[in-house]
């Protein structure tokens, strides 16, 4: 995406842990400009004015980030208030719906890349989202599509093998024979989901902060260390 709409120069941030340090490794994997800076933050910061500040000097187009939780909530308000105005892309466990209340309208206009959205177009996450709607009165966030999902995918397990024959139920998870809100979805080789990734945009849908589909991004999206798993 980053590529695609002309930026060149893009400055990085995520924390020091493994889930940070491999979402800025998966950046630059398909990114085709320049890193303009790139930083590894302390788990669980939330001050990040010295990083701010690092950007408006770094001569950057645009940033990228992988900030979960209370550290995405942090950063996003502080990136708002900073006056740095280049765009800001993410992914949706950045500005997902359980940080996207928090972060208020300070998040407006994150562009942002995951594997669902609560207007994807498709009879199972239409049926999901109205029915999570009704019992909880607010937007499903990502972890709940997942949850959804996984309880669908052991059900069709359930339907279609014993679970004492610990073989024939494995097949059947492996099998993945149910309707999953994030679109395709089936099992690689590693056992590591084959979906697709879309992109999303941070917007104000008549007063509820929410993430709109944008289109999609990679079809089929397999891990690229699958070829190097030796698990059947």
């Known amino acids: 995406y980053a590529a695609d709409h002309g930026m060149t120069h893009t400055f990085i941030l995520a924390p020091n842990y493994p889930a940070g340090t491999d979402a800025l490794t998966g950046f630059k994997r398909r990114y085709t400009g320049e890193v303009a800076g790139e930083i590894y933050t302390q788990l669980g910061q939330t001050d990040y004015a010295a990083e701010i500040a ?41 500005v997902g719906q359980d940080s996207l209340p928090g972060m208020g309208e300070a998040a407006l206009g994150v562009v942002n890349a995951g594997q669902w959205s609560p207007d994807l177009d498709n009879a199972a996450n239409a049926a999901f989202v109205a029915a999570f709607r009704a019992a909880y009165g607010r ?73 709109r589909l944008l289109g999609l991004a990679i079809t089929d999206y397999q891990d690229v260390y699958a070829s190097q798993c030796a698990m059947q």
Do not use: K, W
């Open 139 to 211: 937007t499903p966030s990502l972890y709940a599509s997942q949850s959804f999902d996984t309880a669908n995918l052991i059900l069709s397990a359930v339907a279609a093998a014993d679970v004492n024959d610990t073989d024939a139920f494995r097949a059947a998870l492996r099998a993945a024979d149910f309707a999953s809100v994030r679109g395709a979805f089936r099992f690689g080789n590693n056992q590591h989901p084959i979906q697709n990734v879309y992109m999303r945009e941070v917007v104000n849908a008549d007063g509820e902060i929410t993430n």
């Open 54 to 94: 690092q950007i408006r000097a770094s001569g950057a187009d645009s940033v990228f980030i992988f900030l979960p939780g209370g550290m995405g909530i942090s950063f996003v308000r502080q990136y708002a208030q900073s006056g740095v105005d280049l765009p800001l892309i993410s992914t949706a466990f950045t």
